[in-house]
T-cell receptor, first 111, second 113 residues
Framework: GQQLNQSPQSMFIQEGEDVSMNCTSSSIFNTWLWYKQDPGEGPVLLIALYKAGELTSNGRLTAQFGITRKDSFLNISASIPSDVGIYFCAGQTQGAQKLVFGQGTRLTINP | NAGVTQTPKFRILKIGQSMTLQCTQDMNHNYMYWYRQDPGMGLKLIYYSVGAGITDKGEVPNGYNVSRSTTEDFPLRLELAAPSQTSVYFC????????????FGPGTRLTVL
């Protein structure tokens, strides 16, 4: 089946640092989504990407849909304590009814 | 709107017991999904439904059953609980025709001892 490789698996950073994470796939996706999961909660959508090369921002978060359509990137600028959590990428092929999720990146921030 | 609600929040089962995890959404979404999330891992799709009366298997359906008699409800049934089913279960829904945004419930944490 389709698989997404998300990296890094975990990050330990200082408050104020920028964060970068990415997702790669062996197959082409038509949609890339980035979710954040707070402890004890369900995932919440951060950014949705629908076109190759698309660059979309949501506050301090910026995500890009790779031009090969096989990867996506998420950047967080000037991290703050509430950015702590697990970030998941998810992809969907055209016409598919299901998302494929990455394994997640666990972000820890030292104040 | 309450969005996607799940009950119970927590449950401990003994091996061989059965239970139903409830999921309800009030957004009139046609598509509904059940995922499990094992510790430190991503989300694996168990079952999904594209509308009332229609269900289909996901990546890890063994040991589970679902039904979809109404648009709002999508219960997940465990018939013979096993320790391997210890996990956090998430229900999600999305509107047909929208670009793939799934809305998740808060999850049910299940432990099988």
């Amino acid at each position: 089946g389709q698989q997404l490789n998300q990296s890094p698996q975990s990050m330990f950073i200082q408050e104020g640092e920028d964060v970068s994470m990415n997702c790669t796939s062996s197959s082409i996706f038509n949609t890339w989504l980035w979710y954040k999961q707070d402890p004890g909660e369900g995932p919440v959508l951060l950014i949705a990407l629908y076109k190759a090369g698309e660059l979309t921002s949501n506050g301090r978060l910026t995500a890009q849909f790779g031009i090969t359509r096989k990867d996506s990137f998420l950047n967080i600028s000037a991290s703050i304590p509430s950015d702590v959590g697990i970030y998941f990428c998810a992809g969907q092929t055209q016409g598919a009814q299901k998302l494929v999720f990455g394994q997640g990146t666990r972000l820890t921030i030292n104040p | 709107n309450a969005g996607v609600t799940q009950t119970p929040k927590f449950r401990i089962l003994k091996i061989g017991q059965s239970m139903t995890l409830q999921c309800t959404q009030d957004m009139n979404h046609n598509y509904m999904y059940w995922y499990r999330q094992d510790p430190g891992m991503g989300l694996k799709l168990i079952y999904y439904s594209v509308g009332a009366g229609i269900t289909d298997k996901g990546e890890v359906p063994n040991g589970y059953n679902v039904s979809r008699s109404t648009t709002e409800d999508f219960p997940l049934r465990l018939e013979l609980a096993a320790p391997s089913q210890t996990s956090v279960y998430f229900c999600a829904s999305r509107e047909e025709g929208t670009t793939d945004t799934q809305y998740f419930g808060p999850g049910t944490r299940l432990t099988v001892l």
